[in-house]
């Protein structure tokens, strides 16, 4: 049985109740995490009101706004979490971002600011996100990192555009930080779910066309679903998974190994 009991870990990119992010939250307290929860300020205030009533549902004990576009707002969410919990179990990153128009238009009008917009907020991130909570998994003897990742990273999916070098840049990221943290006893790896109705997933243009798709054509003639999804991010972040870093776990109920 996987037990998260006594440990605390921070999840980023929690949206709404469709979020992956969310089913990840909703799992992690089932089995006894004590949770830290970031949002993402808006005007009206909507993401905010969004992850506190989420939060208040899984009892999370922290909730702090978090714009991994600033490293100031990545640096005041560290501190926070430092003088609050001192120590952390885990971190999940799941978090994704390409401005519409560039899902929009072919792949090579893609506009540069737009291209590293998706890179800094989709890939980078990871890296001074793992850098801050570097410290406070050290006094646990180790932790464990996720991150969500997708086939577009592999694949040339329609529509999904600039967020394939994007994630693509995310799984090599996971793989030297594996590389880098693991003589800490810190794992990280990332998951790959299948063609799912997100908040995200709703700005690419004919998601429903690519779900039903990837339904069909998958394995278990189906698409994963998000608390799929956060059953294997549980795994990866117990004590089950001590031996498994820098992987790339698919959860698509079988779309990735199946020829077109």
């Not at 998260?4 to 992956?20: M, P």
């Not at 969500?148 to 994630?167: E, R, W």
């Amino acid at each position: 049985m996987i037990d998260f009991s006594g440990k605390r870990g921070l999840v980023l990119g929690v949206g709404n109740q469709r979020s992956i992010a969310w089913a990840v939250v909703e799992r992690l307290h089932q089995q006894g995490a004590e949770l830290g929860l970031t949002f993402l300020r808006d005007p009206k205030g909507r993401f905010e009101a969004n992850v506190r009533k989420l939060g208040e549902q899984t009892n999370a004990t922290l909730i702090a706004e978090c714009d991994v576009a600033s490293d100031e707002s990545i640096e005041a969410l560290i501190k926070q979490v430092d003088e609050q919990w001192g120590e952390l179990d885990f971190l999940v990153h799941s978090l994704a971002y390409a401005d519409t128009q560039d899902l929009s238009k072919p792949f090579s009008e893609t506009l540069r600011d737009g291209f590293n917009k998706a890179m800094e907020i989709s890939a980078y991130s990871l890296l001074p996100l793992a850098k801050g909570v570097i410290p406070m998994m050290r006094k646990r003897g180790g932790g464990s990192i996720v991150s969500m990742s997708f086939i577009g990273s592999t694949l040339a999916v329609p529509n999904y555009n600039v967020m394939g070098p994007a994630k693509a840049a995310l799984e090599s990221c996971t793989r030297y930080l594996a590389r880098e943290l693991g003589p800490e006893n810190i794992r990280i790896n990332s998951l790959s779910p299948g063609a799912i109705r997100t908040l995200s997933s709703a700005g690419i243009k004919d998601i429903s066309e690519m779900i039903r798709v990837a339904g069909e054509h998958s394995a278990m003639k189906r698409t994963a679903t998000q608390a799929e999804v956060a059953n294997t991010a549980a795994f990866l972040l117990s004590d089950a998974a001590s031996g498994i870093t820098g992987q790339l776990i698919y959860v698509d109920c079988g779309y990735s190994i199946m020829a077109n």
